[in-house]
Structures are given as structure tokens and as C-alpha cells.
């Protein structure tokens, strides 16, 4: 199951929506749990056994993990993950010879996790995705097969590296910022193949030695909750301002842009040739052209590109007729915002560039 990630970076209109701006930026913490399907599992014995190739067959189990991660803002994420699963050996399945067996397999592991979260411009769903990797320890517990006086046993430990994919839905929780639950589905494999040291009893007499395993591949589906700290919650409505009886020719102009974008749109032009016939209109001392940006971004990177959005602006106007030695251009970045939100939110009315004709 994979998705390729150019579908995953959509671009965002700049509409005025309000959300609750999942992709954030900072620290978090999550845990989930829930049902662990652990794959057949090929087994070969060293030939002091005097045991056949086959099989091991596992009953469904458990699995839960904890993490501790990072949100960049943009939908980027980072964590380091401990996980456990657990199921236990059903059978021994060998050619002609399937044998009833005990115990379980344990394999607890820390993996390192990139995962990147979709804006799909809905308030209450956002799917993810990810992949992971790092070192699991697998633990034979008590496995036995086979009869008192004819028994094969393993209870030991083997560690390899590990891997995984994952593919998931987070669910905010109205009116608790930073607080979702989640529903998820992982594959999580181990690489082989893993040496066992064995036993085998047959007729009283004892032979050790080792028993090799492949495809430890684990399919989970878990239910979880997150919480990212530091999450403010949406900003209310501006309400809308009273209309003037007799509204004074327009001294200020506001051109809006995409998310992450200093590039003007066919609506932007409209806006700024409308400044440009005012400013012919008028007799003017200055046009403060002013750029700024949401709160998505770091602050290092939104003061350049507010700079950038009002540098386009500016090159429009002188386009379109205004003297270049009347503009002043500013970037403010972050601040100044219009709708005041916390950090990490894509609000499509701070994107903005002010045009203000003295």
C-alpha cells in the first residue's frame, strides 16, 4: 500500500477557512495499541537436530508502541518510537507432519520515524503517512512442539534490524487544541535470517543447536491518541465591519498569495492595477508597499519571503504606471498578522502584501 508523496503536497487556495491547522510545529507525544498479525515464519534446524525444514504457524495478537516527535509546521514529522508485539505459536508445520506447539514470540523494538501529515482542507480528519527504521529484538518464550519424549524447545533471543511503513487518520478533538485520536494500520518486518540457539529431546536422548528463521513480517492495526503541545485554538470570525454611509476613496489595498508562494495570481493583478489608477488619481507623497506572512513557516524563512511578496507587488505597480521613487517596500514576516493565530497555522488572510497610498 503506498502513496506517492507529490500527491501528498497539494496546493492551498487562499480561501478564508478556518482550521484546526493539524499540520503543527513542535513537540508532541502518542501511544496506540490494538491487534498485531504476525506471518508464517520458515524455520530450518542446524542438522544436529535431525529436524526438517517447515513452518511456524502464530495466532493473532498484541502490539502497542509510544513516541516522542517533532512537528516542523509544514506537515513534516520526526520521532522515535518503542514498540512490543506479541503472539503466540499455534503450530510446528512441517512436510507431512504438522505438529502442535506453545509458547509465543515477543519482539520489542526503537525505531526512528519520518512521517508526513495530508491538509486536506477538512477540520476534523487528516491522514498521514510514514516509514521508519531501526533495531528489534525478537524472544522465543517457552516455544516447545512435538511430545513429552519427542519435544523440540527454543527460549531465547535474537536482535536485526527493522523496518516499517505506515499509514494512519488523526482526528483532532474539538475544543482541546493539540489533542487527536488516531486509527492506523503499520507493516513492520525484521530482517533475517535470526539464529535461535535449540533443543531437541527424542526417545531421552538431548541434541542442541541452532533453528533459523525468515519473514518475521508483522501487519498491525492500531487505535491511538496524540497530543502536540503548545496548539492554540482557532481564532474567532472577524466580524464584519460596518458599511460607510459615503466610503472615502480607497487609500489602502490588501493583494493576498498562496501558502508558501510569492507569485501573483490573476485576482492579485486586478488589486494592484486598481492601487496603480488610484495612485494616478491622487497626488501622493508615498506608497508603503508591506509584506507579511502566516504563522506556518520558521521566522527566519517568513521574513523573506514576506520581503519577496512585497518586491513582486512593487514591481507590478511600477509596471503598471507608478514612479519606482515613490514605493517604500517592507518585509515584516509573522507579525502585524490580520487574524491573530498561534504558531503553525495556515491562515490565507496573513498572507498578504499591504499597498497604503499617503
Known amino acids: 500500500m503506498r502513496l506517492r508523496p507529490a500527491l501528498l503536497l497539494t496546493s492551498i487556495l487562499a480561501a478564508p477557512v478556518s482550521s484546526l491547522a493539524q499540520p503543527f510545529q513542535g513537540f508532541y507525544v502518542g501511544g496506540a495499541a490494538g491487534t498485531n498479525v504476525l506471518g508464517q515464519e520458515s524455520i530450518h534446524s542446524s542438522s544436529a537436530l535431525g529436524l526438517p525444514s517447515g513452518r511456524a504457524e502464530f495466532s493473532n495478537g498484541f502490539a502497542g508502541l509510544g513516541s516522542i516527535g517533532y512537528g516542523f509546521g509544514n506537515g513534516v514529522r520526526v520521532e522515535i518510537e518503542g514498540s512490543w508485539r506479541a503472539n503466540a505459536l499455534h503450530a510446528l508445520l512441517r512436510p507431512g507432519n504438522p505438529t502442535a506447539a506453545g ?29 521508519g527504521i531501526g533495531y528489534a529484538w525478537t524472544n522465543w518464550q517457552h516455544i516447545s512442539a512435538g511430545a513429552p519424549g519427542n519435544l523440540f524447545t527454543a527460549d531465547s533471543t535474537a536482535g536485526a534490524f527493522a523496518y516499517q511503513g505506515m499509514l494512519g487518520l488523526s482526528f483532532p478533538v474539538p475544543h482541546v487544541p493539540g489533542l487527536s485520536f488516531t486509527a492506523e494500520y503499520r507493516f513492520f518486518g525484521v ?145 502585524h498578522l490580520l487574524v491573530p493565530t498561534g504558531p503553525g497555522v495556515r491562515e490565507p488572510q496573513n498572507r498578504r502584501v499591504e499597498i497604503i497610498l499617503h
Open 191 to 335: 530482517t533475517g535470517p535470526l539464529t535461535m540457539p535449540s533443543a531437541y529431546t527424542s526417545g531421552g536422548h538431548l541434541a542442541e543447536g541452532n533453528t533459523d528463521f525468515w519473514f518475521n513480517h508483522n501487519q498491525s492495526v492500531l487505535l491511538g491518541v496524540r497530543y502536540a503541545f503548545g496548539v492554540t485554538p482557532p481564532p474567532l470570525p472577524a466580524a464584519p465591519a460596518a458599511a460607510a454611509p459615503e466610503p472615502a476613496p480607497a487609500r489602502e489595498f490588501l493583494v493576498f498569495f498562496d501558502w508558501d508562494k510569492a507569485g501573483l495570481t490573476d485576482r492579485a493583478r486586478q488589486v494592484i492595477a486598481a492601487a496603480a489608477h488610484a495612485a494616478a488619481a491622487a497626488q501622493l507623497t508615498r506608497i508603503d508597499v508591506n509584506g507579511y506572512t502566516d504563522t506556518s513557516g520558521s521566522p527566519q524563512y517568513d521574513q523573506a519571503l514576506s520581503l519577496r511578496r512585497a518586491r513582486a507587488v512593487a514591481a507590478q505597480l511600477i509596471a503598471d504606471g507608478v514612479s519606482a521613487r515613490e514605493i517604500a517596500i517592507k518585509g515584516y514576516g509573522q507579525t
Open 103 to 131: 509458547g509465543r514470540q515477543v519482539t520489542t523494538a526503537v525505531m526512528a520515524n519520518a512521517l508526513f501529515d495530508l491538509d486536506i482542507r477538512s477540520r476534523w480528519i487528516f491522514p498521514y503517512l510514514g516509514v
